[in-house]
């Protein structure tokens, strides 16, 4: 029998294996997922992990248990300023048929319906594909209902405007539905990021932000490898405040004032 420690140690390396996730950053939650199971029971759930499907309940839970979905609508708005301001325009004159846009990591919906709402704003016809691994979350994206709880909510950084996008759902005080037809314009689905994304578009538009974080330098070459599969010449990623590529340098900065908007120049070779 091994210490709990060792059993900890199997399963975070368990997670990096099939999903990238750094066991360094993973190690506290790991231990709050845990809690006070005995070293027996750990090293049984390590064993269990270890032979099961990734759609096995035992996988499903703890990745749940795991993940850290924190987002909101309009989150870093100095950036989407700047792609309101150059970047749509750009990806306007560059795809006049219109614009397929990918928000990898897209936790709970808010951050795939904030593009959705900017190219709306910006008279762009879109298609945006939000993914995330969390199951749980991607099935409250697709039903794109928010609450306004006191605190900090989805809605904390939106402007004002933006509520046009809205409507109140009868009976259910302080939620708010996002509408219809821009619903229809995003589709959601469950996808793990170190596999390539089954949807064969290129994509225009990446947003991958406050992800990248919370993976393995060997899980960000993965997630990177995919993001560049899903990508050509003119594509624009966003990545958050804290993140930078680490393996691909098919992009580059759009502007030295803000490193984390990228894009592939048009004579860049893959
Ligand atoms: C902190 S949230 C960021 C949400 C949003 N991008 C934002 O900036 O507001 C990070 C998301 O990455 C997702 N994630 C983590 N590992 C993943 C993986 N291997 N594949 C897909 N999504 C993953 C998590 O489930 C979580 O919802």
Request: glycine share 8%.
């Amino acid at each position: 029998m091994g210490t709990p420690q060792d059993a900890l140690t199997r399963i975070a390396c368990l997670v990096e294996a099939r999903y990238g996730l750094s066991p360094a950053v993973l190690e506290q939650r790991l231990c709050g997922y845990l809690g006070r199971s005995s070293a027996h029971d750990q090293a049984q759930l390590a064993d269990q992990l270890s032979v099961a499907h990734e759609d096995h309940p035992l996988w499903q839970a703890l990745i749940e248990g795991l993940l850290v979905h924190e987002t909101y609508f309009y989150r870093h708005m100095d950036q989407l300023d700047v792609v309101t301001q150059e970047v749509l325009p750009l990806l306007r004159r560059q795809n006049p048929g219109g614009i397929s846009a990918w928000c990898a990591g897209c936790a709970t919906g808010e951050e795939a319906y904030t593009l959705a709402f900017m190219m709306r704003d910006a008279g762009l016809s879109a298609r945006v594909i939000g993914t995330d691994l969390s199951a749980r979350s991607i099935a409250s994206a697709r039903l794109g209902s928010f609450g306004q709880t006191p605190g900090l909510n989805s809605f904390r950084a939106m402007p004002a405007v933006a509520w046009s996008k809205f409507s109140a759902i009868p009976g259910r005080p302080a939620v708010w539905s996002v509408a219809a037809d821009i619903r229809a314009s995003v589709e959601f689905m469950v996808h793990n990021l170190v596999l390539p994304l089954p949807d064969a578009r290129r994509m225009n538009l990446i947003s991958c932000r406050n992800t990248l974080i919370y993976f393995s330098a060997e899980g960000q070459r993965r997630v990177e490898e995919n993001i560049v599969a899903s990508s050509g010449p003119g594509t624009i990623l966003l990545l958050g405040p804290a993140e930078r590529l680490r393996y691909t340098n098919v992009f580059e900065p759009l502007s030295y004032s803000h490193p984390q908007i990228l894009h592939w120049p048009e004579h860049k070779a893959r």
